[in-house]
């Protein structure tokens, strides 16, 4: 930045620090209690947002922690799938078996083993082996293209991969072994292994739990490397949701996205029960049964979905006492139709947080009877253990109202992406607000603001990062794609409004001079290197791109499909 631009930007954060005082002037304000500059309103905002230390178990592993549980409560059902039921006792003693098996495969301390299964008993009893041995799972979604999931195998050098199937052609790279498994009850090869714990391995809180994989704009998927430790910040020490052995979680998320961490761990480190939803598109009928009949108390739905139940069959919901929604904004429409058909008894929370935090950042439990005029639902208040500063471009803390970029500091931190050192050091920066040294932040891309009630406004993203469907999606990354196809020149993808379609995603491209791009090959291209949610919806070949007069491509201007 240059001198000149770094004064305008002063400029303008004093000018935006005279509007909020405005603002909160004219809302009634004593003029004794107004800011005086945005340094002096900004500290205490960072305060408080800093006394979120709770204790929770970081000396701990999550396996450990699971198996303290499962000492405590051995006969408690600790989770139920179809009409089949484990308890923790049985949990532990098949993750025990399996860990052996595994163990006996060479698998050690700081390896990573990909988990080819879907939702199911055995994905649990493999997630929790994996953890015994000294490992990390890497979850490869079993629907992905042979590619990309051959591309997750080699970028995490998975030693293993565990899966009920034989593996398709062509996606185990050398020097990544298979396990397949025959069925939840330990039959895997080798049974006959004593379900005691492993001797264990030396091991620690800092170590690898999982590795999960999110969109990357430079054209690839990029592996996002979660400790042990910030699986336990998400699930003790905190008030944003109820934990413990009355409890009944529901399994939704694909184990390939984070909300799967709060779900399978919030209920199996805590002595609840987890009901597993069969893989698939979303079935409300079997949702809302499974919900009467386990008496599920708490689930976590991605905005889409909430939003589908609650416009087709907001009964599937009744009795739940805490849905976790979010993801992506909220409409608070839809908000309020559930807080009128649920009733009181049902408390409606707004989940924010990216994969490198954690699966959640902040929180935000919706008051009841939300107005008919609320124009946006805040993303709430840093859960305990987390830090949250909004910062101008400056990397200087804004005043109350301003817009500035969100930063995510504490114990949900990732450790940064797997083999992406340039990456990892562009988005987790030393935190200098930090009272020990060493810390670092999270630069998550987003924007938002505070409110006056010290809650978080979310306004927005400054990238080209979208939600689609609830999955995040790096525009970038289809565009590569694109553009990887050999008759095209250029390309750009959008996320558009589509009517009837809702956001989908959009793309435009321009042929190689004098070539020809026939749309279906391009699409079926397209679709051998990208999972199905960021496959473009419409199709658009121009001749020309249209630019801005500084030559990038001008956006606003392309047509719309
Ligand atoms: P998640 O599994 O929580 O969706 P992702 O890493 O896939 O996490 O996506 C994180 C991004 O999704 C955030 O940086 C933000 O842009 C958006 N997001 C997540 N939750 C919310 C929310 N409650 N409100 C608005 N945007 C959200």
Redesign the pocket.
Known sequence: MTEREQLDLRRRRLTNGRQAMLQRFDSGCPISQLPITGAVESRPVLDESARTAAPFPDAQCVHSLFESQAKRTPEAIASTFGTESLTYQQLDDLANRLARNLHARGVRRGDLVAVHLERSFELLVAILAILKCGGGYVPLPTDYPVARRRFMLEDSRAVLVISLRAMPEGIVPAGCGVLELQGFDGRVDGAGLTATDLPRPEQDPSDVAYVIY?SGSTGEPKGVVVEHRSIARLVFGQSYARFGSDRVFLQLAPVA???STFEIWGSLLHGARLVIVREGPPDLQAIGALIRQHRVTTLWMTVGLFNAVIDSRPETLAGVEEILT?????SPRHVQLAQERLGPGTRII??????ECT?FACCYTIPHAVAQSTSAIP?GRPIANTRAYVLDELGEPVVVGVTGELYLAGAGLARGYLNRPELTAERFLPDRFAEEPGGRMYR???LVRWLADGTLD?VG?RDQ?V?IR?F?VELGEIERVLEDYPGVDKAVVEARELAGAGKAIVAYWKANEGGRVVREELARFVRTRLPSFMIPSAWVELSELPLTSSGKVDRRALPEP
Request: charged share 25%.
């Open positions: 999110t996205f984070d909300a979010g993801g992506d904004v909220l707004n989940g924010y947080g990216p994969t699966t993303i998550t891309g987003d979310f993203r990062q939600k609830g995040r």
